[in-house]
């Protein structure tokens, strides 16, 4: 089955710098990528996305690139504000799964 | 508007209990999830559905079980609660699509004494 590990599990940095978070994966038949935000004591929302066809997409303040060839990919957050502060978790699915499989999360604080 | 609905919010309750924590949606999706989670840490997936009655265990080995006998409704159950069980619990459905995006329910935390 497939496998997502996510690095590093915590992070911390000062407002206004960036932040980026890395995840691996292993079943090369994974062609979908989201990246959810739990703030805390909330649900886990989706922030951004990203299908295997594309190598980089950006919304804002974040963007997520993905390396097919390496199987990894990455969420940056770039002018980190602290309503950035919070888990962030990666995750993959298979063409035609049900089941996404997540990192273990990374807990991002922003200090101000 | 559509969406996600789990009662309880929160249930403290003694050893040895049978629970159901309920999870309703109104999203009209068919595929259906129950995660458990320690605050903040990592998701495990328990329980999911594809549909009406059909019901199958996650990666995380769960003494709970579940049924889905309604689209909306995907109720999960622990026959005997002990304090092992104590976490948050986190309902979620998905579209039919392959791609398309996970909606997570507010969750139950559960804490068993």
């Known amino acids: 089955g497939e496998n997502v590990e996510q690095h590093p599990s915590t992070l911390s940095v000062q407002e206004g710098d960036s932040a980026v978070i890395k995840c691996t994966y292993s079943d090369s038949a994974s062609n979908y990528f989201p990246w959810y935000k739990q703030e805390l004591g909330k649900r886990p929302q989706l922030i951004i996305d990203i299908r295997s066809n594309v190598g980089e997409k950006k919304d804002q303040r974040i963007a997520v690139t993905l390396n097919k060839t390496a199987k990894h990919f990455s969420l940056h957050i770039t002018e980190t504000q602290p309503e950035d502060s919070a888990v962030y978790f990666c995750?993959?699915?298979?063409?035609?799964?049900?089941?996404?499989?997540f990192g273990g999360g990374t807990r991002v604080l922003v200090k101000p | 508007e559509a969406d996600i609905y789990q009662t309880p919010r929160y249930l403290v309750i003694g050893t040895g209990k049978k629970i159901t924590l309920e999870c309703s949606q109104t999203?009209?999706?068919?595929?259906m999830y129950w995660y458990q989670q320690d605050p903040g840490m990592e998701l495990h997936l328990i329980h999911y559905?594809?549909?009406?009655?059909?019901?199958e265990k996650g990666d995380l080995s769960s003494e709970s079980t579940v049924s889905r006998i309604r689209t909306e409704h995907f109720p999960l159950t622990l026959e005997s609660a002990r304090p092992s069980h104590t976490s948050q619990y986190l309902c979620?459905?998905?579209?039919?699509?392959?791609?398309?995006?996970?909606?997570f329910g507010p969750g139950t935390r559960l804490t068993v004494l």
């Open positions: 559905s594809y549909g009406v009655n059909s019901t």
């Open positions: 979620a459905t998905k579209r039919p699509g392959a791609g398309d995006e996970q909606f």
């Open positions: 999203m009209g999706h068919d595929k």
């Open positions: 995750a993959a699915l298979k063409a035609a799964g049900n089941k996404l499989t």
